[in-house]
């Protein structure tokens, strides 16, 4: 199978435009992120894994026109800048070619950088500009586009498993283009704590069964027809069925992350929510891992196209060599005594006088019990056991070899197979896009985060609904915040104090928006925080971790130096 492959494209901050003659192939045709999946077989613990992430849930794009997950494409004469690592024991010295205005995602500081001239992705955690070409990350991978290598096993890059983010991404550009050849990322309130191929580090949920490993695969079932989607929703869940998508990081359940592009419109990403989390499945990827350290896979088997099934009969013409043998006669009369009985056959009575004399007395006994008694008065004449069959034959009566040739015709109805439509009802079970209940308003999100510049690492992040009300649909309003995540930072809530994980505020009735303050108690260290958010109707729904690095007043642990 020739596997579809990801494109670079011109592009500026984050915003994705047409494809340049300087583009990159992101990982060669043959790497695990360009392979199908849709023929490969449901992992045994998928149905488990579905509901530990929430099969009442519903799909939900992690970006917008002005969300997301931002990258910068740099030509390769761009400066390297100076880059401080925290975590340079799982990080990749550089080099990092950055410019000033490079674009860093709120609240994570995570930083993507394509060099279009070397075909390097550069992508970053924490990261955040301190002075002119000077940087500091928590931390920092390199990735070259042309190689299968992965990352050392144990190693995360910028997000948790492992993986590179920008491969990943939905693009706005390849939605206009019509297809997504590639598979997506996507996140999960929690991920067991081990991975699998080719994610390279474990997730924070402990042995659990019940829950997904980082870089688990999963695919969109087949039972939603994207047919009825808008455009660009229909080119997304495309590639969902096609190529899947792989479990990166902790976050919203069903989370998709894609780019920020201002072409991107809210009905076309809010059709999305639509479809119900029941019905994705997880994917076996093993049969396709040639070496664990490697991203070079196995293509699956060619997908069969949906008018084919015809073909796979043509095993019928294989029982042809049935009829040669002498017991076929019995059952070629009784699959076809309603051609039988037409008066063709009695018309070939008619070559019966070159028997002998014998024709003329028996033929018209004969005549009437053809298909009972034609053995009986030919007890000698075996001939003429064959020359019922011959009744379908006219012009060669006396050939008993070509009416075993005859039964053939019988076959051909065989091969036209007529349940082909049976197959279009399954496009119509798509019962599972249709909401459950009538309590559909939207979910709750992060309204904004700003990077802390005070030293003491003072941020707010504010919670609200996207909207409430509306015709038909009922009143939302948020219920709990809870602290999922916690490391190195104290939280302020309506006045309520939280440094501990679990630790929760119950709001009032009808709390529309929430503002949540966050502080760093040691300056020398990172810090980090993320919650969970309880509303009215959706159920739980989990931020992205906030935080930020160390304040870079000690000795810099790893310099890549800049050179012109």
Known sequence: ???????????????????????????????????????????????????SIGETERLRALFSATDGIPYQLLAGSTARARVTIVRNGESDPGPYRLRDDTPVEDG??????????????????GAVRTGPSTWTATAGAVFDLGSNDL??????????????????????????????????RFSAPQIGGRHYWPARRDGDGGIDPSLPPAGTRFRLRSIVNPAGFSPR???????????????????????????????????????????????????????????????QAIPPPTPVPPGTPGPTSTPAPTKTPLPTTTPEPTPTVTFTPSPEPTETPKPTRTPRPTKTAEPTSTPVPTSTPVPTSTPVPTSTPIPTATNTPTITNTPLPTNTPLPTNTPTPTNTPTVTNTPRPTNTPTVTLTPTVTPVSACRPERPYIDSYQIPLHPNGIARITVTIESNGGSGIGKNSLNIISVSDIENASVDINGEILDDLGEEVILDDETDAVDIDV????????????????????????????????QPTPTPTSTSTPTP
Request: proline content about 8%.
């Open 151 to 184: 990352r050392p096993d144990g190693w995360a890059s910028a997000d948790q498993a492992g993986l590179p983010i920008y491969p990943g991404l939905a693009r706005f550009d390849e939605v206009e283009r019509g297809a997504i050849n590639h598979a997506l």
């Open 108 to 125: 994570t500081g995570r930083v993507l950088v394509l060099d279009r001239d070397r075909c390097l992705l550069a992508e970053m955690s």
């Open 519 to 550: 502080e760093r108690i040691n300056p020398d260290a990172p810090f980090r925080v993320a919650f969970m958010v309880i509303d009215e109707c959706n159920g739980p729904f989990y931020t992205r971790p906030f935080g930020g690095p160390a």
């Open 233 to 295: 929703a229909r080119v997304i869940l495309t590639a969902l069925q096609k190529y899947g998508m792989l479990l990166a990081e902790p976050g919203p359940a069903w989370g998709l992350s894609g780019a920020p592009d201002p072409g991107w419109d809210e009905a076309s990403l809010a059709e999305l929510e639509e479809v119900f989390c029941a019905s994705f499945e997880a994917v076996d990827v093993s049969s396709m891992v040639i070496d664990g350290g490697s991203g």
């Open 1 to 51: 199978m020739g596997a579809a492959v990801l494109v670079l494209a011109s592009v500026g901050i984050g915003q994705a435009g047409p494809a340049a003659a300087d583009t990159c192939r992101v990982f060669p045709a043959d790497n695990a992120w360009n392979q199908r999946v849709d023929t490969l077989p449901v992992h045994p613990n998928s149905t488990e894994w579905v509901k």
